[in-house]
T-cell receptor, first 110, second 113 residues
């Protein structure tokens, strides 16, 4: 059974700051997903990665398979980035079942 | 842009009643999932469905739960006899390929009184 841990649990930043959220998992995976959950509850997929690095706008996700660790970075943070960021993993033998971390609550103040 | 839809957005029911939560996945997707999130807790996997059968299920998904794809578009989760602890947000998701990016619906908030 894979355990997914995120840190920090809560993060407060000022607009413009560079933000890093970390995720570690205990067992080998086929892919790691970063998701965003807004206050209304909806979940949106940000990235799916199995190696290296991906970038989309101000968001960057990296993964180190050997270390079983991933980071999500937000450059030039903005109040609209305030949300819960969730790390989730899929195992190699599963049909795509996601195992979720507990989420990081990000608040960006103007 | 194609999206996953769920109905109803909020369902209130009495303990012991049956509920059916409905989802319409993205039309060309083949893999379907139900997840739930109890208030304040992490999202948990319930069941995955492919080729008209359950491919994987969690310990939570006991005999009280069932899933069905009654036609070419809908994907339903039925809870036969609801308990207080079934109160949660239920998310449907779909993906085109196994292990691919999943697209989530907006969720159904189930409240069991």
């Amino acid at each position: 059974k894979n355990e997914v841990e995120q840190s920090p649990q809560n993060l407060t930043a000022q607009e413009g700051e560079f933000i890093t959220i970390n995720c570690s998992y205990s067992v080998g995976i086929s892919a790691l997903h970063w998701l965003q959950q807004h206050p209304g509850g909806g979940i949106v997929s940000l990235f799916m990665l199995s190696s290296g690095k991906k970038k989309h706008g101000r968001l960057i996700a990296t993964i180190n398979i050997q270390e079983k660790h991933s980071s999500l970075h937000i450059t030039a943070s903005h109040p609209r980035d305030s949300a819960v960021y969730i790390c989730a993993v899929t195992g190699g033998t599963s049909y795509g079942k996601l195992t979720f971390g507990q989420g990081t609550i990000l608040t960006v103040h103007p | 842009e194609p999206e996953v839809t769920q109905t109803p957005s909020h369902q209130v029911t009495q303990m012991g009643q049956e509920v059916i939560l409905r989802c319409v996945p993205i039309s060309n997707h083949l893999y379907f999932y139900w997840y739930r999130q109890i208030l304040g807790q992490k999202v948990e996997f319930l069941v995955s469905f492919y080729n008209n059968e359950i491919s994987e299920k969690s310990e939570i998904f006991d005999d009280q739960f069932s899933v069905e794809r009654p036609d070419g578009s809908n994907f339903t989760l039925k809870i036969r006899s609801t308990k207080l602890e079934d109160s949660a947000m239920y998310f449907c998701a779909s993906s085109e390929y196994r292990g691919d990016e999943q697209f989530f619906g907006p969720g159904t908030r189930l409240t069991v009184l």
